[in-house]
């Protein structure tokens, strides 16, 4: 079936038009700036690409999509335009053809998860210098990313409010979660502290500061954190992002103890499904120390006259 041009009212809609209407929609759903932001960013980046993609919206989604090989980038775009055709069809912006993403699938991601030694990962940690109140700060936030695992644009809008150093808890608050969906956190002792040290840097004057703002009392932006971040992971010598100490933590709680369940709990994950991605790597681990062990060395093959093992009784 030919595509037909999208139209409203018997009016040829602009891309800008469907792009506004798009995100005010969003807005009343409660979504944040920032993901108002990369919506914007890309639709305009896909029309500025394809301008006819109204006329043609399948053929041109379909071009624009085959330019992206690498599943994240492929991804990344593909929930951004399958979130806004959705709308655009249930709106009743086009009839007559198909879905423009009808049949084409999702890639499956590489899914490269970042584990960093514990040697390293105290490395990172040293450079900040504590002297400072900038230092300090940014020690505190990725002790708090490596305890908790939560995502750096949500730890740059935590309030003092959303610290219970009697309960040790930080609450991520719906507005700032990026599910949209609250959770508390608990935190250990030694994070509550530095927190509480961190709070007790804040000038009387910083009115409504988040915990980690900049040295005058604003937001610290997660632009300037990204940076400063990779001086840090660069004088360690250290292969690591912001987001990626998220997945450290994650895996540290595995390897430490921590269920699949309270790990989708407390990253905020919706289902157990990204969860499986840091289990594979633990499961690793489980079948290299399983193997170390021997245990079943110990119990059908000869001891070794110098390890001196004494045999075991099956009885």
């Given amino acids: 079936m030919c595509a037909v041009p999208i139209r409203k009212e018997k009016r040829l809609v602009q891309p800008d038009d469907l792009i506004r209407m798009f995100l005010l929609y969003k807005a009343a759903c409660g979504l944040a700036e920032k993901t108002k932001s990369d919506y914007r960013y890309h639709l305009e980046q896909f029309f500025r690409l394809h301008p006819d993609a109204l006329e043609l919206p399948r053929e041109r989604t379909m071009e624009y999509l085959a330019g992206y090989s690498n599943p994240s980038s492929f991804n990344l775009r593909?929930?951004?335009?399958?979130?806004?055709?959705?709308?655009?069809?249930?709106?009743?912006?086009?009839?007559?053809?198909?879905?423009?993403?009808?049949?084409?699938?999702?890639?499956?991601?590489?899914?490269?998860?970042?584990?960093?030694?514990?040697?390293?990962?105290?490395?990172?940690?040293r450079q900040p210098g504590k002297g400072t109140f900038s230092g300090f700060r940014d020690f505190v936030l990725m002790n708090l990313q490596l305890d908790t695992a939560i995502r750096p644009g949500e730890a740059l809008q935590l309030m003092p409010d959303d610290f219970h150093a009697d309960r040790k808890e930080v609450e991520v608050r719906a507005p700032v979660s990026k599910t949209r969906v609250a959770r508390t956190l608990p935190i250990s002792g030694s994070?509550?502290?530095?927190?509480?040290?961190?709070?007790?840097?804040?000038?009387?004057?910083?009115?409504?500061?988040?915990?980690?703002?900049?040295?005058?009392?604003?937001?610290?932006?997660?632009?300037?954190y990204t940076h400063v971040f990779k001086r840090y992971s660069t004088s360690a010598e250290v292969a690591v992002t912001p987001y990626g100490l998220r997945h450290c933590a994650a895996i540290l709680m595995l390897r430490n103890g921590v269920s699949a369940f309270t790990l989708a709990a407390i990253m905020g994950h919706a289902d157990l499904s990204m969860t499986r991605r840091y289990l594979a790597i633990s499961r690793r681990d489980t079948h290299r120390e399983h193997a170390a062990a021997g245990v079943m060395k110990l119990l059908t093959d000869e001891p070794s006259h110098s390890a001196r093992v004494r045999k075991v009784s099956l009885a």
């Fill in 78 to 125: 593909y929930s951004y335009l399958r979130c806004f055709w959705n709308w655009c069809a249930d709106e009743g912006y086009f009839r007559g053809t198909r879905h423009p993403l009808d049949g084409i699938k999702k890639k499956r991601p590489q899914g490269r998860m970042v584990d960093i030694p514990e040697g390293e990962l105290k490395k990172l940690l």
């Fill in 191 to 224: 994070t509550s502290t530095l927190i509480k040290r961190l709070l007790l840097m804040h000038h009387p004057l910083w009115k409504g500061a988040p915990i980690f703002c900049t040295e005058t009392g604003g937001p610290f932006k997660a632009t300037s």
